[in-house]
């Protein structure tokens, strides 16, 4: 019954998730409401979200390495990444960890077509991965840990779009991908020599990383350009098959301004019925159109989500989701259908994510009421964020324009803190 989503009322939804509370910013210090207003104001320009990688590249070239790193670090960069050492992150993950929130780092490793450099530069991501699996699990900032991590910082775009190619035209089999990542050999129908020898590679590093994982870290697997997206859910179900036998250690990601999205999440709940594996599910609206939002958020997301919150109903130990979304209606909609399915807020089935430095004042309520929300992470120096800065904020134009009201209620709690002094002071 996913149309009940569409149609259940605001009315009706826990008054304590209004999310219209500023108070949600008490514990932010002044110089983080401030930066906060400022990053927020710059982010309402269009113009300059629109260009903000020419933008970069111009000041970067003016100001020199150095000069660009002290212009960015205190402003944008402290507002959406973590830090770059794990002193730095510590600091971060603890204050986030103080406010209820829960970190979950992120690699800021991108790649596309094109942009591959040869196996030495893979295997050396698959040790940034492993480095932020033991960060993630060894710090114990949160319990319940989780990661993100994306595929194509381990095997090829090129690949990847190939084998897309490929399953269109017929239908593949897990068991030899899973028995690839123990180090058998593959010979995937359709690929050459070389790309099956590459594949076989980025199979054993993806081993290599879910077995560190489990047991210790949910590893959250990412969705990316949608010509390639068949691939790596292709080869993260593999995963799945092979290391969620007892929970949902490996998940996947399905972006909702997709139309197929139910119905990839509904062939999904089979698969692991019929393969015997636990599916964990990251569910997020996607770098969708203007045009295309009304029919992401209604069609796509609502009922994609009810679906889950449906199985993990009946069977919450077999199947989990991050509610990963900035939409507040979709938040109010979940916890009220939680309340509805009688899913406990704190039983780990279910639980929300944003991204750090982004609608705090959703993710701050939630955690005050009680829900499990995790902060996406990113970490690393300015120059190997930038490239994930300057895709977030082309990706989330859409949020980043339409943060008014975080904007509205970070200036009625810095108006409040001001009285508060001017009152101390008269007094």
């Known amino acids: 019954n996913h149309r009940y989503l569409h149609t259940c009322k605001s009315e009706l939804m826990p008054a304590t998730l209004a999310f219209e509370d500023p108070r949600a910013f008490q514990e932010k210090t002044l110089g983080e409401l401030l930066r906060a207003l400022g990053v927020f104001h710059l982010c309402s320009f269009p113009l300059l979200v629109n260009n903000c990688s020419t933008l970069m590249s111009i000041a970067r070239r003016l100001l020199g390495k150095r000069g660009f790193s002290m212009f960015l670090r205190p402003t944008v960069y402290a507002q959406f990444v973590a830090g770059e ?24 490793i991108e790649e596309d077509l094109g942009e591959s450099t040869g196996e030495k530069r893979y295997e050396d991501n698959m040790e940034a991965m492993l480095e932020c699996v033991r960060m993630s699990h060894s710090n114990a900032w949160s319990k319940d840990p989780m990661m993100q991590l994306k595929i194509t910082a381990l095997l ?34 359709g690929l050459d020599d070389n790309a099956n020898a590459h594949l076989l590679c980025g199979l054993r590093r993806l081993n290599k990383i879910a077995k560190a994982s489990v047991n210790k870290v949910r590893v959250l697997v990412d969705a990316e350009y949608t010509y390639m997206n068949p691939a790596l859910s292709l080869v993260t179900m593999a995963m799945m098959k092979k290391f969620n036998k007892d929970g949902a250690w490996i998940w996947n ?5 997709l139309k197929e999205s139910r119905s990839l999440i509904l062939e999904a709940i ?21 045009k295309e939002r009304k029919l992401a958020e209604k069609e796509g997301y609502n009922g994609s989500l009810n679906t889950m919150l449906e199985v993990i109903s009946e069977q919450p130990e077999r199947y989990r989701i991050i509610v990963a979304t900035h939409n507040e209606e979709s938040v109010r909609l979940s916890a009220h259908r939680m309340e509805e399915l009688g899913i406990h807020k704190d039983d780990g089935s279910v639980c929300y994510g944003q991204l750090l430095g982004m609608c705090d004042h959703v993710s701050l309520t939630l955690a005050k009421e009680g829900y499990a929300i995790y902060k996406s992470v990113p970490y690393g ?21 339409g943060i008014r009201k975080e904007r509205d209620l970070l200036r009625q709690e810095l108006r409040r803190r001001c009285r508060q002094k001017l009152g101390m002071v008269a007094a």
């Open 381 to 401: 120096s300015v120059d190997d964020t930038l490239p994930y800065l300057v895709r977030r904020a082309q990706e989330n134009r859409t949020v980043l324009q």
């Open 253 to 257: 990601t399905y972006q909702c301004y």
């Open 270 to 290: 089979d698969l692991s019925k019929k393969e015997g594996f636990c599916l964990g599910v990251k569910l997020v609206r996607g770098a969708y159109m203007d």
């Open 156 to 189: 090829s775009p090129e690949l990847c779009v190939k084998l897309t190619t490929l399953m269109a035209q017929q239908a593949y089999d897990l068991n030899p991908l899973v028995r690839a990542m123990d180090g058998e050999p593959i010979s995937f129908p």
């Open 85 to 108: 050492d794990e002193t730095e992150i510590s600091q971060s993950m603890e204050k986030i960890s103080l406010l209820g929130l829960r970190p979950m780092l992120a690699v800021p």
